[in-house]
């Protein structure tokens, strides 16, 4: 019954963006859950394992694991454009999952430490490597027709209203 899309939508200049099935991300999402969770706990235990800032132990192993994405929404008659902020992710490390109403933007991207100079580390700021966004959309729209488009670190999404979406008006006549 629900609309899926798991076409490749291509950006200039070569670069292109997976559209995933929801089942691929809800799997990833269940994963990302448990390391939030994993790293909660640590959290929790380094403070003293007392009960009552469990949110505030999950916020703050949310903000280690994951890199926020800041969005904007327009919506037009004929469509949503979606503007979101993924600085330093690539589009190979994007995937987009689009769905009648809801849109998840998903991203990994795989960094490796070299630890070439000598010294003691004093101070080493944490640095997210993963994003996960999801979004209740306020128009249904055609994922099938959705194009993707990454630009300096901006992903912008153009995402066509579905037939039964658009709104239409109608005269009012006195009788």
Do not use: C
């Amino acid at each position: 019954m629900s609309e899926k899309s798991t076409a490749v939508q291509t950006a200039p200049a070569g670069t292109s963006l997976r559209v995933v099935e929801p089942q691929t991300l809800f799997d990833r999402i269940n994963r990302l859950h448990d390391r939030i969770a994993r790293r909660a706990f640590e959290i929790f235990e380094g403070d003293g394992g007392f009960f009552g800032r469990e949110l505030d132990h999950w916020f703050k192993a949310e903000r280690e694991l994951l890199h926020p994405v800041h969005l904007n929404i327009r919506e037009t008659d004929d469509e949503l454009r979606v503007e979101a902020e993924v600085p330093g992710f690539e589009a190979k490390d994007l995937e987009v999952s689009i769905e009648p109403r809801r849109l998840t933007i998903s991203g990994k991207k795989e960094t490796t430490k070299e630890r070439g100079e000598k010294g003691k580390v004093v101070y080493e700021e944490q640095r997210s490597s993963e994003l996960l966004r999801m979004v209740d959309l306020p128009a249904e729209v055609d994922a099938a027709r959705a194009t993707a488009t990454l630009k300096n670190g901006v992903l912008e999404l153009a995402l066509p209203k579905s037939s039964a979406a658009k709104s239409t008006r109608v005269g009012v006549k006195a009788a």
